[in-house]
């Protein structure tokens, strides 16, 4: 039986790896054109309704792979899926277009190994790229010209991690790989009667990686229930493998039903690097037991570090700061299942990765979210929580001809902890 459930768990795990990786966003964001397109959270539902606040939490009922030190307070196996919908508003001074999405999160899984030991593995998104705008312009004495920019694509990890801990202190680490596959396109259309033949240019690149990602997590009680703990992760930075296909064509007509169409040229396979920062996580956080916790995490990144190909892109640093907690009225209560519910909200801000015009992009914005307790067994060794939240903010500016995006992020989240490994006492 023991064997039995541990099969159907992990067929389970690789169902929902699959289906992360055929779930694509749909919706649309300029911004996503450059770099690897934007960062993406793969955070729990539980921390997301937190601002993501989660770099100093020792919750033993979740997998926190952010900060792989977390993995040693694991209690019982945790299994965790999250569904990510998302409204994307995109204006600038004249027009403004709202665009949408529903994506497959995360999927991931802790283990306790023993006491003091936990391991972790599973598949999280890092970038996701999904855009389509076009720009116009006037070439003086000949014609205007239209250029459609438009492209898709993402990264995501692949990790596996474990942790130990001794005394007031936790050392984790998290290694695996990035992959994925960025495409961007341009078209050059011409609109008058001169017949100027237009032009098309594809280029797919796929990137391949290992990457490391030590942490280190420390817990001290301060007075009865109240503890405080902090916690440090950095991602090493990577020289990603690329390989790049590049096509040209030039054509008559419009590029989906061309009149003409000729092949110019084209570069298969073309090998090069893309070079990833690395990624500074710190954080601290005070927990009152399991009624209350308030913490604040700082995310640092030089992404101005970025090249793709040798290529320096419209990137600069980026520095992030989140605050947040939640509460639990009452999490011994058995009669008023209200009262078990965590409530939770955050707020974030800071510099993004991106620089137009000399302008640097900012991003802010407030989250809620609550998490409603499931128990499935009166041993306490199989539970779960069913997590949810808002993630309501801006990014970008209309300064400087720039585009603002505000959004509206939703986040459903599963939490299912069992005891997997139970020794068996009689035969």
Do not use: H
Not at 190 to 210: A, H, N, P
């Amino acid at each position: 039986m023991l064997y039995s459930n541990i099969i159907s768990k992990t067929i389970l795990l690789a169902s929902c790896l699959f289906c992360f990786l055929q779930v694509s966003a749909q919706e649309n964001s300029p911004y996503s054109r450059y770099a690897l397109g934007n960062l993406v959270s793969g955070k729990n539902a539980a921390y997301r309704g937190m601002a993501g606040v989660c770099m100093a939490d020792d919750n033993p009922l979740v997998n926190n792979p952010d900060n792989p030190a977390s993995y040693s307070y694991l209690k019982l196996t945790s299994f965790q899926v999250g569904v990510e919908g998302i409204s994307n508003n995109i204006r600038n001074e004249a027009t403004s277009n709202r665009t949408g999405s529903l994506t497959l999160s995360y999927v991931n899984i802790g283990i306790p190994v023993s006491k003091r030991m936990g391991l972790s593995f599973g598949l999280v998104p890092f970038t996701r790229a999904k855009y389509a705008m076009q720009q116009s312009d006037t070439l003086p004495g000949i014609s205007k010209v239209i250029y459609d920019y438009y492209g898709g694509g993402g990264t995501q990890k692949i990790y596996v991690g474990t942790a130990y801990r001794f005394g007031d202190f936790s050392v984790g680490i998290n290694t695996g790989y990035l992959f994925g596959n960025v495409i961007n396109s341009v078209d050059e259309t011409f609109t008058d009667t001169l017949k100027i033949i237009s032009s098309s240019v594809t280029s797919r690149t796929l990137v391949g990686g290992g990457f490391i990602q030590p942490a280190l997590t420390m817990v001290k009680k301060i007075k009865g229930d109240l503890q405080m703990s902090a916690g440090i992760s950095y991602t090493l930075s990577q020289n990603a493998n690329g390989r790049k296909d590049t096509y040209w064509k030039s054509f008559f007509g419009s590029v989906t039903a061309p009149q003409y169409q000729y092949d110019v040229d084209s570069i298969v396979e073309k090998r090069g690097k893309v070079y990833l920062p690395g990624n500074l996580a710190v954080g601290i956080m005070v927990r009152n037991g399991d009624i209350w916790k308030a913490g604040i995490d700082v995310n640092m990144s030089n992404w101005q570090q970025y090249r793709s190909y040798g290529a320096a892109d419209s990137t600069t640093k980026a520095v992030s700061v989140r605050l947040g907690g939640s509460i639990t009225p009452d999490p011994t209560s058995v009669r008023q299942t209200w009262k078990r519910m965590s409530f939770r909200g955050g707020l974030y801000f800071g510099k993004d990765m991106l620089k137009f015009n000399n302008t640097e992009l900012t991003q802010a914005g407030f989250t809620l979210g609550a998490g409603y307790p499931i128990r499935r067994s009166n041993l306490a060794t199989s539970m779960g929580q069913l997590n949810a939240a808002i993630d309501i903010g801006q990014r970008g500016t209309l300064k400087n001809s720039l585009l603002l995006e505000s959004y509206t992020r939703f986040v459903i989240g599963f939490t299912f902890n069992d005891r997997w490994f139970i020794k068996r006492k009689y035969d």
